[in-house]
């Protein structure tokens, strides 16, 4: 199994950031884990600045380091500014708009409903999490499984109106994905133009 599935706090001690979501662990250390993390200031060369930011948003949105290559190849032989189309595919993964529709906790509580065979794409099952979705199409919770605790506890005080492209319908648990992300409405902290530059090298 190639996917990291080590302890995440460890991660995101690693970036300072808390990636995976809110932190009690990281926000009692917030120094790189290891036995010399609290003492080590070593100056990262600009290399390594790259490096790891392509690192933080493959660990963000639980991407394998394949398939961040392929994205990377289709942003570039797209029309516009390569690092903001990077970010549009990888928020239009299903995994991803399924954790912002609010239907899961986290990334990885998302992929698995949708490995699982929970998740619609236009009212047909997808269990592919790297589905990408496209503008227009509704994603939602199959029939079978709209009683799952798991979903019931995500959606419950979730604030849908955060994301301005896509638009919940509570009746139905389904969203629509109305457009791609603009760089300004996705909250990651991430700095795609190193990535850029990084893969450009």
């Not at 884990?33 to 392509?54: A, V």
């Not at 660990?59 to 797209?78: D, H, I, P, S, W």
Request: charged share 30%; aromatic share 8%.
């Amino acid at each position: 199994m190639a996917r990291y599935t080590g302890p995440k706090t460890r991660i995101a001690r690693k970036f300072g950031e808390a990636i995976f979501g809110a932190d009690k662990v990281l926000s009692k250390k917030n120094y790189p884990p290891g036995q010399h993390g609290n003492s080590r200031k070593r100056k990262t060369s600009e290399y390594g600045i790259q490096l790891r930011e392509k690192q933080k948003a493959k660990y963000t949105y639980g991407v394998l380091e394949k398939q961040f290559r392929n994205l990377f190849e289709k942003a570039q032989r797209a029309k516009g500014i390569t690092g903001e189309i990077l970010l549009q595919l990888l928020e239009s993964r299903l995994d991803n708009v399924v954790y912002r529709l609010g239907i899961a906790p986290t990334r990885a509580a998302a992929r698995q409903l949708v490995s699982h065979r929970h998740i619609t794409v236009d009212g047909k099952v997808v269990n592919i999490p790297s589905y990408s979705v496209k503008a227009g199409q509704i994603v939602g919770v199959r029939e079978k499984s709209k009683s799952l605790e798991v979903v019931a506890d995500a959606l419950a005080g979730f604030n849908h109106s955060k994301y301005p492209w896509i638009e919940w319908d509570q009746n139905t648990m389904s969203g629509k994905l109305l457009h791609l992300p603009e760089r300004a409405d996705i909250p990651e902290n991430i700095k795609e133009q190193l990535i850029v530059e990084l893969y450009s090298k």
